[in-house]
């Protein structure tokens, strides 16, 4: 029998003790050379510990990725990542080992607690990252329930230290349509906090379900709250508001204020508090072709007028507003100004307004500004700063490359940068990987930075950091956390002075979202910052834009129609797509750049179905809101859209239409899921007849694309017919469909798949020669800016007539912005008619820089080449074709600029009759 002394019994003790403490680790993989495909499969070892969980984070099994712990397989591209969630039971002796394709790692515990992250190169140009995770946040809860989608929550304290708590509920798909949505569409919930955070009561603040956008609240006086929020009714966004009155266990709604009736859209609004109890709202109004930041303040029970705030010479996007203790109102914004976005600043105090400055200024993307004054009254502003040159000629670079979260000051007399240990330092693993900026101060007045952080492909983590008298904390995550690049969140003081947070979450762990809930959760004390923060003035340029004229409409006069070029882009997706969540931007980012960066008359966003939650509409519903925001009548008309992808030889189409209330068609006929690389037993694919056929009554068209890929591509098995009238020819981040070794603006093609790789059942040639009826377009699809466009002649600047247009194929892709005339004996590209003789085909080209040579098809051949005897941007002839032979034969013109960009304009064909 033994005996355990009372020294060995406490040392025995000790040990259980720390050999029972577990530690979590974030592991993250990837981060390759852009071109860069890397297998990362592997397994994990504990050493001298336990292992009790392992999770994956960004894995997608539909591709490569599976998990069956200890083992793991994982499939990284280019920068992208791949990760998982680590908890090890040991002490600090514990080792993990990871044994992948990419090298053999090793670290221990008590190297992680003391770096707190390590970084490990792999054979093959990629890195490990492993972090000690750090995490946010005490008694996390879920605010809402599983009847609605719930997103964009905001909050606000109130004078008895309750708090109330608001978010946008997706109730489903109005059953009877935009017009009739009492049994779906969107509501404003809500909850009220009692001082202990607990729920007291639920309610929701609409009359009936709407169609509404971002929500703004602030407490007025002790017992009462104004909401303000953008909805569309009729047709038109403008803001509206209602006062809660919170009683002992309950908030009371009152009816809803309309506080705009302009016809251009009023949206995104923000709230603040004044010294004396009234508010300060702030939004995004259009104006006619410009987009203005206004201010109206409600005090004594009254809205006042609304104050410009911005010039109204340039387009000006999602203010920000914050107030300090002696009332100095302060407005952030971004703003289109010379090919890119900055942040613009503006002071209101006792009434004056200062000029406004520039908080950021070069030439890089800088948007999304949040503010907030520290309890030393010190102005902090945080925004998004992007790559250069945002939006402009790339295959690759997408819309959401290289977001970084940036800090400045105002220093009284301009704007500075923090320096020393009061300025941001993200680990390495969260450079380019952070966005979505959001300041708050707690009641301590310490000074709180939160963001969202990229990881792996399409996972975004909410992450936060306080500002001490030792600098910045080291960012650590909170909990529940997961989603898209677009959520937003909510902080406030508590009753006790600690922070109260309020997000969302959809609970993803690879780029495909679930169920959206609201989430709530108090964070740890933080002493405030007392050291003198040091800084120096920042040189930014000025922030003056003078009005530039929009772009002009070419005319096209022809057999007495007058018609107008509308250039636009018909294929581009966004986060919502898994391929590419990680660098195609946001909905939001889509139509700034289709508005600002690519001046783009229209745009269609073309997610795909299968990824769009098939059984969960919410995004699709987001999809068309988005729309509907951006439509601005003279300067931008969104069509409404999706990507239906099935493989090779259906191939991927796009439906294009004019109603927001369509039901989609799925993927499959029985709704399965995608699967990239394989079909599943049982698949039930539908052909472009079936396809067709449940597109009647809608409105719609379909247009094929990538047509050679040999998993994206089709055959051209079955004639087009009425509803397929185009055909994507050219796609900005692939390459020319047009028929083997056709001039390409890229050049040289890769082998993927996905990619350069080829078919030959899909060139567009072979679908002429089967007397095929398509007319051309260009789009984008992913990544791709500036290079792909959809050029279309139209009556007028609508959807309809567009549409009308695309239907009759007059249209053209092109590369840039080159207008093409081209017409056959009064009847215009994309025409069909019978002749006696084949008239003179007439081409008119304005290139955007010189040309090279213009190039005339006729039934898959060139048959006649015109080239500039001199440099020069415009190319005018005539070619007539000599050999009159009866029966249909179509002629099409290719433009080659000397800079490589080029154009194809839709065929004409001509039914030449037998000579009698």
């Known amino acids: 029998m033994r005996v355990l002394t009372t020294c060995g019994l406490s040392a025995l003790v000790a040990m259980s003790a720390v050999a029972a403490e577990r530690v979590t680790m974030q592991l993250e993989w990837g981060f390759g050379p852009p071109s860069s495909e890397m297998y990362w499969d592997g397994q994990l070892r504990v050493e001298g510990g336990r292992l009790v969980s392992m999770d994956p984070v960004s894995f997608e099994p539909e591709r490569h990725d599976r998990m069956t712990p200890p083992r793991f397989r994982s499939y990284t591209v280019g920068g992208g990542t791949d990760g998982m969630e680590l908890v090890v039971e040991g002490d600090g002796a514990t080792s993990v080992r990871l044994e992948t394709r990419q090298g053999r790692f090793q670290w221990s515990v008590a190297q992680l607690r003391k770096r707190g992250e390590l970084s490990f190169a792999g054979s093959e140009g990629g890195r490990l990252v492993v972090r000690l995770a750090q995490r946010l946040g005490e008694r996390v809860q879920r605010l809402s329930d599983a009847t609605s989608q719930d997103s964009e929550p905001v909050a606000c304290p109130l004078g008895d ?296 492909r399409g996972v975004w983590q909410i992450y936060g950091s306080s500002l001490g008298d030792d600098g910045w904390s080291p960012p650590a995550k909170l909990d529940s956390s997961s989603g898209g690049q677009h959520v937003r969140m909510a902080a406030v003081p508590h009753a006790d002075g600690r922070l109260r947070v309020v997000w969302p979450c959809d609970h993803r762990t690879d780029p495909v979202g679930h169920d959206n809930y609201i989430y709530t959760a108090l964070l740890p004390a933080r002493p405030p910052r007392t050291a003198p923060v040091e800084s120096e003035p920042v040189r930014t340029a000025t922030i003056a834009v003078r009005r530039a004229p929009r772009r002009s409409r070419p005319v096209y006069t022809i057999e007495g129609r007058q018609l107008q070029l509308f250039f636009g882009d018909l294929h581009r997706h966004t986060e919502l797509s898994v391929c590419r969540t990680g660098s195609d931007g946001s909905l939001e980012d889509a139509f700034r750049y289709a508005i600002d960066a690519a001046e783009l008359d229209f745009l269609c966003i073309t997610d795909h179905v299968q990824h769009v939650k098939i059984l969960n509409d919410h995004d699709f519903w987001l999809t068309g809101k988005t729309a509907d925001l951006h439509r601005v009548a003279g300067l931008h008309q969104p069509f409404y859209g999706y990507e239906r992808s099935q493989r090779f030889p259906y191939g991927h189409r796009n439906i294009i239409g004019l109603r927001r209330d369509v039901r989609r068609v799925p993927r499959t006929a029985d709704n399965r899921p995608w699967s990239a690389n394989s079909g599943y037993e049982g698949e039930k694919r539908l052909t472009p007849p079936q396809l067709w056929s449940r597109l009647v009554g809608q409105n719609a068209i379909t247009i094929p694309h990538t047509s050679t890929s040999p998993v994206m591509g089709t055959d051209f098995a079955y004639p087009p017919g009425s509803m397929e009238p185009v055909v994507e020819i050219y796609q900005g981040c692939r390459f020319t469909t047009e028929y083997p070794n056709a001039p390409d603006p890229r050049q040289k093609r890769d082998d993927s798949p996905y990619g350069g790789k080829t078919q030959p059942a899909g060139y567009i040639w072979n679908a002429l020669a089967k007397g095929y009826r398509y007319g051309f377009i260009a789009s984008s699809d992913h990544a791709a800016t500036h290079n792909s466009y959809t050029c279309v002649w139209a009556e007028k600047f609508s959807n309809e007539s567009i549409l009308e247009a695309l239907h009759k194929r007059q249209c053209y892709a092109a590369t840039d912005k080159i207008e093409c005339h081209m017409h056959m004996g009064g009847h215009l590209m994309g025409s069909q008619f019978a002749a006696d003789r084949v008239p003179p085909l007439e081409v008119d080209i304005l290139g955007t820089t010189d040309i090279a040579r213009v190039d005339v098809i006729k039934d898959n051949q060139i048959v006649y080449s015109y080239q500039p005897e001199k440099p020069t941007r415009r190319a005018q002839f005539q070619f007539q074709d000599v050999e009159q032979r009866p029966g249909v034969h179509y002629y099409y013109a290719r433009v080659i600029q000397e800079d490589r960009n080029m154009a194809w304009i839709s065929p004409i064909w001509v039914e030449l009759k037998p000579r009698q």
């Open 161 to 456: 230290a309750r708090v109330v708590v608001l978010w946008r509920a997706f109730l489903g798909l109005p059953r009877a349509g935009l017009k009739g949505r009492a049994s779906g569409g969107d509501q404003i919930r809500g909850v009220l906090l009692d001082t202990n955070g607990r729920p007291e009561s639920r309610f929701e603040v609409l009359a009936q379900p709407g169609d509404v956008e971002r929500i703004a609240v602030a407490a007025v006086g002790q017992d009462r709250c104004m909401a303000v929020w953008a909805e569309q009714r009729r047709g038109n966004w403008d803001l509206y508001a209602s006062v809660g009155t919170v009683g002992p266990d309950r908030v009371r709604w009152g009816s809803a204020t309309r506080l705009t009736d302009d016809p251009g859209v009023d949206k995104t609004p923000s709230l603040a508090t004044m010294a004396d109890g009234s508010l300060a709202l702030v939004w995004q109004g259009w104006r006619g072709d410009r987009s203005n930041i206004y201010l109206c303040r409600f005090q004594s029970g009254r809205w006042g007028e609304p104050v410009l705030v911005s010039d109204g010479e340039a387009h000006d996007w999602n203010p920000a507003v914050a107030v300090s203790r002696e009332d100095m109102v302060a407005v952030a914004w971004s703003r289109w100004r010379n090919g890119s976005y900055d942040v613009c600043l503006r002071l209101c105090g006792q009434g004056q307004w200062r000029s406004a400055v520039a908080v950021a200024a070069g030439g890089r993307f800088e948007a999304h500004p949040s503010l907030a004054y520290d309890g030393q009254g010190r102005l902090w502003i945080a925004y998004e700063e992007g790559r250069e040159g945002w939006g402009m000629d790339s295959h690759t670079a997408g819309l959401r490359q290289q977001r970084n979260v940036r800090l400045r000051l105002w220093g009284g007399n301009g704007i500075e940068i923090p320096k020393a240990d009061s300025a941001l330092r993200l680990p390495e693993a969260m450079t380019d990987r952070s966005e979505r900026a959001h300041l708050a101060t707690d009641g301590r007045g310490s000074l709180w930075l939160f963001f969202r952080r990229l990881s792996g």
